[in-house]
């Protein structure tokens, strides 16, 4: 089973970048991958998606802030979070497109003064 481990969340101030990092177990060729967030209360929602030729999809409101990335050789997939708000706080998620892997643990972003 194909496991996922996300990390680089922390608390950063208002208009502060955080860079996450999200490692496969499995193979990334040929996968779409995703990054998701899921606020307190909220439902889990789709933040950004990258297809193996490397087009992107973003939420709108993260259009122009974030940045996603893959290095299908390393396994990984990246989220650049740059001009963060408070309403970007969230549990952040990786996985594949459409989501059929288990979720891993998430990594946590706060943004906050």
């Known amino acids: 089973q194909v496991q996922l481990v996300e990390s680089g969340g922390g608390l950063v101030q208002p208009g502060g970048s955080l860079r996450l990092s999200c490692t496969v177990s499995?193979?990334?060729?040929?996968?779409?991958m995703a990054w998701y967030r899921q606020a307190p209360g909220k439902q889990r929602e789709l933040v950004a998606r990258?297809?193996?030729?490397?087009?992107?999809n973003y939420l709108d409101s993260v259009k122009g802030r974030f940045t996603i990335s893959r290095h299908n050789v390393k396994g990984a997939v990246y989220l650049q979070m740059d001009s963060l708000k408070p309403e970007d706080t969230a549990v952040y998620y990786c996985?594949?497109?459409?989501?059929?892997?288990?979720w891993g643990q998430g990594t946590q972003v706060t943004v906050s003064a």
């Open positions: 996985t594949n497109y459409p989501s059929t892997w288990a």
């Open positions: 499995g193979t990334i060729f040929g996968i779409y």
């Open positions: 990258i297809t193996t030729d490397r087009s992107i």
